[in-house]
């Protein structure tokens, strides 16, 4: 009789298999926190975002785009509600609805130059990949960046809907996203898009 045939069926069993190699290793993910790899984040609630968002179209409305801009930048809402978000980012898109064309160029480059510019133009892009996405989540799947954002008023609301209108509105605020995307590598580089795609916070 061979040595094999000497050992029962569960000897030979795959027992050994349920050992887990990683709990042993001392570097393994397992034996530490990974969260506290990176910094925690403050927790910004729905009404806080409302106010902020408040004091970003007031000056808006005061002709200030440029310190609106830097203002909903600023403060990004990294850790905060699905709705948190989606509102915030309405109002970053809101505000860059409301700069002319030729205003985009020579604003970027002041923010880019002055202090922390450089992490600003890349908040920026982040809200740009998240509009052009289809922006939130809070409705439970993927949405266009019309139904996400609010469009800005034309002067013809007397006018009825017509067919076709949503898609009208979501290819400008598309246009509007992807004019502002050419605007931010021309200023920033391609580097702003790695940084965006790699860093962990999400806006």
């Given at each position: 009789?061979?040595?094999i045939q000497q050992h029962s069926s569960a000897t030979l069993g795959d027992a050994w298999r349920t050992i887990n190699i990683d709990a042993l290793d001392p570097d393994s993910s397992q034996n530490f926190d990974t969260s506290t790899l990176h910094p925690p984040l403050p927790e910004i609630s729905e009404a806080d975002v409302r106010q902020l968002n408040g004091q970003i179209?007031?000056?808006l409305r005061g002709g200030d785009a440029e310190g609106a801009l830097r203002g909903s930048l600023e403060s990004p809402v990294y850790n905060g509600s699905d709705s948190a978000k989606d509102a915030h980012l309405q109002t970053v898109v809101?505000?860059?609805q409301s700069?002319?064309?030729?205003e985009m160029t020579p604003m970027?480059?002041?923010i880019y130059g002055s202090e922390g510019g450089s992490e600003l133009l890349d908040v920026l892009m982040k809200y740009l990949y998240k509009g052009m996405s289809?922006?939130?989540s809070s409705s439970g799947g993927p949405r266009t960046a019309?139904?996400?954002?609010t469009p800005q008023p034309t002067g013809?609301?007397?006018i009825g809907s017509r067919p076709g209108a949503t898609n009208e509105s979501t290819g400008t605020a598309m246009s509007v996203l992807l004019s502002w995307h050419e605007k931010v590598v021309d200023v920033a580089g391609l580097g702003s898009i790695e940084r965006c795609m790699t860093d962990w916070r999400k806006v």
């Open positions: 009789m061979s040595i179209r007031q000056l809101e505000v860059l700069i002319k064309a030729s970027l480059q002041r289809g922006g939130g019309a139904r996400t954002l013809f609301s007397q």
